[in-house]
């Protein structure tokens, strides 16, 4: 399974089924996160998704915690973040393999340039 999908108000998909992760509990996630430095942007039966973050002023660090839940490889993983005016940052190099059972971390840095609100599409 490869993942895609975008996460913009809690919306992520993984190729093939998905049990466990409802709509209502990716909205709980969301929500959770957006009071807390850290915790699930997403799980199913693939793949779980983390996160912990950081800010001091307009700066922050958000670390991904992206972990394989199945026995095989997950391959050809690509992450991308569409910034904007308001948010602009940089996206640390993620390998293009999780393997069997092991967890992926990347660093995102992030800076706010203007009041905004709402989510930054991550796919």
Known sequence: PKPSGTVSGAVMSVEGSTPGATPQQMAAWHA???VNKEGVLYEDSFMQIGVKTDYQGTQGKVNLFLGNKKQEAITDLKLEVDFTPEVCGMCGNPGSVIEPRQQMQISVSVECRAAFSG????S
């Open 119 to 122: 989510s930054l599409p991550l």
């Open 32 to 34: 959770r996160l957006a």
